[in-house]
């Protein structure tokens, strides 16, 4: 029997390794969904397997994204934009009606990741947590300067920046939008980690950024480490994950392996936590449809290095993908002279 799959974000990295995994099994049908046509990831499928969808945030995103499970058999979403991860959770039962899964961690433990003062209250106690308070007078008594100031909300490294300064601080005024953490001087490793539909850590793999060009890993490597897989488990019970989530931990002024932060989704890298032996992908899918999926698994070390690849495509391929909101295939696209 095979099963459809419908996978969001495959402009990205996540989405796109989510994909390759998918298509990797005999028994999956995997449709690409982006809000952009030129999303890379479209193209990994075959042309009536590739649909748009509204910006994650857009009013209509849901209800589009049901139409395209109706229309298309989808048994499975998986979302892996940070934006459409609560919204869909939020929307959790309306998908249910139809008899599609969703293979995402849970609303709640949505939300204490990506609030990462709810992060920080919930985890603390259970490894070393910076400390982490609302940008306001309290939050800077006491302190070791430099500190560091970011959105309570987030992903990634966008808005982050660093104070060095009690009085730079208090110049900032209050905003329980922002929060005031301590540095974290050492070395930063992420920790992948699946854990079974009770919640039961099946694996959690660390790794290493070896090399890092504007931002983005370029090199890596897979470790096994005690401190650091257990560091992760830790967190992963203490949020509750279903699912999958990337683990952000970082080496503290005692050499601590502390929390830096949570993305309750698949990472870019995951194609190395695959190439290691752990398919997280593969083992979610099975999880969200109540198949068995193993207590225990170990994995390999391995290193990778990137690169960009290059996709050659006719200008109708790209014409040709189904809009979300007419459901039909959009006048084409402007040429430019010469």
């Given at each position: 029997?095979?099963t ?7 402009g ?5 390794s ?10 999956t049908?995997?449709?690409?969904a982006d809000?952009?046509?030129?999303a ?7 042309a ?6 509204p910006?994650?945030?857009?009013v209509?995103?849901v209800?589009?994204l ?7 058999g989808?048994d499975v979403?998986f979302?892996?934009?940070?934006v459409e ?5 939020a929307s959790?039962?309306?998908f249910?009606?139809?008899g ?6 849970g ?5 204490v990741?990506?609030?990462k003062l ?6 603390a106690?259970?490894l ?6 609302v940008?306001?007078p309290?939050?800077?008594v ?6 560091v100031?970011?959105?309570r909300r987030g992903a ?6 660093f104070?060095?300064s009690?009085?730079?601080l208090l110049?900032?005024?209050?905003d329980?939008a922002w ?6 001087p050492g070395a930063?490793f992420s920790?992948?980690?699946?854990a079974d ?5 099946v694996a959690a793999?660390?790794r290493s950024?070896?090399?890092v060009?504007?931002g983005?890993?370029?090199a ?11 560091a992760?488990r830790r967190?992963a019970?203490?949020i509750g994950l279903t699912t999958?989530a990337n ?10 392996a502390?929390?830096l932060e ?6 870019g890298?995951?194609p190395?936590t695959?190439?290691?032996?752990i398919?997280?992908p593969?083992?979610?899918?099975d999880a969200?449809l109540?198949?068995?999926t193993p ?9 990778v290095?990137?690169y960009l690849?290059d996709l050659f495509l ?6 040709q993908?189904p809009s979300?909101l007419s ?10 002279p010469?």
């Amino acid at each position: 029997m095979t099963t459809t799959v419908l996978v969001t974000g495959v402009g990205g990295p996540a989405g796109i390794s989510v994909v390759r995994s998918l298509l990797a099994r005999r028994d999956t049908r995997v449709i690409a969904a982006d809000m952009d046509r030129f999303a890379s990831g479209l193209y990994l499928v075959p042309a009536q397997q590739r649909v748009l969808v509204p910006a994650g945030l857009a009013v209509e995103f849901v209800p589009v994204l049901l139409d395209w499970c109706r229309s298309l058999g989808v048994d499975v979403v998986f979302p892996t934009v940070d934006v459409e991860l609560p919204i869909i959770a939020a929307s959790r039962d309306e998908f249910s009606a139809i008899g599609v899964a969703v293979a995402s961690p849970g609303l709640s433990t949505l939300e204490v990741c990506l609030d990462k003062l709810a992060l920080a209250d919930r985890c603390a106690g259970v490894l070393p947590v910076p400390r982490t308070e609302v940008l306001g007078p309290a939050a800077a008594v006491g302190r070791r300067y430099p500190v560091v100031v970011k959105p309570r909300r987030g992903a990634g490294s966008r808005g982050i920046s660093f104070v060095g300064s009690e009085a730079e601080l208090l110049a900032l005024g209050s905003d329980d939008a922002w929060l005031v953490q301590d540095v974290l001087p050492g070395a930063e490793f992420s920790v992948d980690v699946f854990a079974d539909m009770v919640g039961h850590v099946v694996a959690a793999v660390p790794r290493s950024r070896l090399r890092v060009d504007s931002g983005v890993s370029v090199a890596g490597a897979t470790l096994h480490h005690e401190e650091l897989e257990q560091a992760a488990r830790r967190v992963a019970t203490a949020i509750g994950l279903t699912t999958v989530a990337n683990v952000q931990l970082r080496r503290d002024r005692e050499g601590r392996a502390a929390l830096l932060e949570v993305n309750p989704r698949f990472p870019g890298a995951m194609p190395l936590t695959i190439a290691a032996g752990i398919d997280m992908p593969s083992l979610t899918l099975d999880a969200v449809l109540g198949r068995p999926t193993p207590t225990a698994l170990d994995f390999r070390d391995v290193a990778v290095v990137r690169y960009l690849e290059d996709l050659f495509l006719q200008m109708p391929d790209i014409q040709q993908v189904p809009s979300s909101l007419s459901g039909r295939a959009p006048a084409a696209l402007g040429t430019s002279p010469g």
